[in-house]
């Protein structure tokens, strides 16, 4: 017979990590990875800003001397929206008037410097709608939203056209054509 093999002593395999050690590395990496993307894409004050919307300014009795805007120098032209917050025809003209006041501010259009919008929150200012005959008891008033035309401060009349940015800045284009725009 055939002696048996004397067998070779088995090498002492290398020790495996532990599942949970790997577990751990691996969170610990996506922990930085998530820091580094939160610190990364959220400025500081924890909370990501939207852009802010550019707004026609509000207007109160302070802007106004009787049925003059008080324009200190400004030879130019004011369109200011009486409107009301209870109002949903309101919504389009106040749209227009930040659509106009975004374009004027950015200088992309030839009337900045020339014309300015405003508009004044009847809700709040209710004496200073009556007195331009937007609001109040008289059968005359002519409800919101209501937007006035002011040369050089001096209120000429109601702006009748469209609604929207465009129709504001092509009746001002047209005005300024005619001469009307600025004194």
Do not use: M
């Not at 969170?27 to 909370?47: I, M, Y």
């Not at 802010?52 to 106004?64: G, L, N, Q, R, T």
């Not at 030839?110 to 809700?123: E, H, N, P, T």
Request: charged content about 25%.
């Amino acid at each position: 017979g055939k002696s048996p093999k004397a067998e070779k002593p088995l090498k002492p395999a290398a020790p495996k990590p532990a599942k949970s050690a790997n577990i751990v590395f691996v969170l610990s990496a996506l922990a930085v990875l998530v820091a580094l993307a939160w610190v990364v894409l959220v400025p500081a004050g924890g909370k990501a800003k939207k852009p802010k919307a550019i707004k026609a300014p509000f207007a109160s009795e302070k802007a106004f001397d009787g049925q003059t805007v008080r324009a200190k120098g400004f030879q130019g032209s004011h369109v200011i929206s009486f409107t009301d917050k209870s109002c949903p025809h309101c919504v389009e003209a106040t749209e227009a008037l930040d659509g106009l006041e975004a374009k004027l501010k950015a200088q992309a259009t030839k009337l900045a410097g020339k014309l300015k919008v405003a508009q004044v929150d009847c809700s709040k200012h209710a004496d200073l709608c009556t007195k331009f005959g937007v609001a109040g008891d008289s059968e005359d008033a002519s409800g919101y939203p209501t937007l006035l035309w002011f040369r050089a401060g001096e209120l000429q009349g109601a702006y009748d056209g469209e609604r929207t940015t465009q129709g504001l800045e092509e009746w001002a284009i047209t005005k300024e054509a005619e001469g009307a725009l600025t004194q």
